[in-house]
């Protein structure tokens, strides 16, 4: 079993910045691809960023040139950096992992959300 653990969002003024967090613990023998979805009130979860282990990234088209992910393996950890925030971006945003267990069974995680809300 693995967990996550988010941190990082919370209330800001459009033009703000805010950093999320995500940190996996647990049955972890390797993590492969680590990212980001957002879902908005109404809508579907969709894709915001990710994150290959060679550090390959993908971002959404709303966000390229706004948000920066990464990580870091020895931490398990990964990272969203949020710049020149805007109200559109407000949405609860979820964590995932992709995780080769002890089993050598790669198995996708989310984590809990964290919200993130920007004011006009």
């Known amino acids: 079993q693995v967990q996550l653990v988010e941190s990082g969002g919370g209330l800001v003024q459009a033009g703000g910045s805010l950093r999320l967090s995500c940190a996996a613990s647990?049955?972890?023998?390797?993590?492969?691809?680590m990212g980001w979805y957002r879902q908005a009130p109404g809508n579907q979860r969709v894709l915001v960023a990710a994150?290959?282990?060679?550090?390959?990234?993908n971002y959404a088209d709303s966000v390229k040139g706004r948000f920066a992910i990464s990580r870091d393996n020895a931490e398990n950890t990964v990272y969203l950096q949020m710049n020149s925030l805007k109200p559109e971006d407000t949405a609860l945003y979820y964590c995932?992992?992709?995780?080769?267990?002890?089993?050598?069974?790669?198995?996708?995680?989310w984590g809990q959300g964290t919200q993130v809300t920007v004011s006009s």
């Open positions: 995932y992992v992709r995780v080769v267990s002890t089993d050598y069974i790669e198995y996708m995680y």
């Open positions: 647990g049955s972890i023998r390797r993590i492969n691809a």
């Open positions: 994150i290959t282990r060679g550090d390959s990234t």
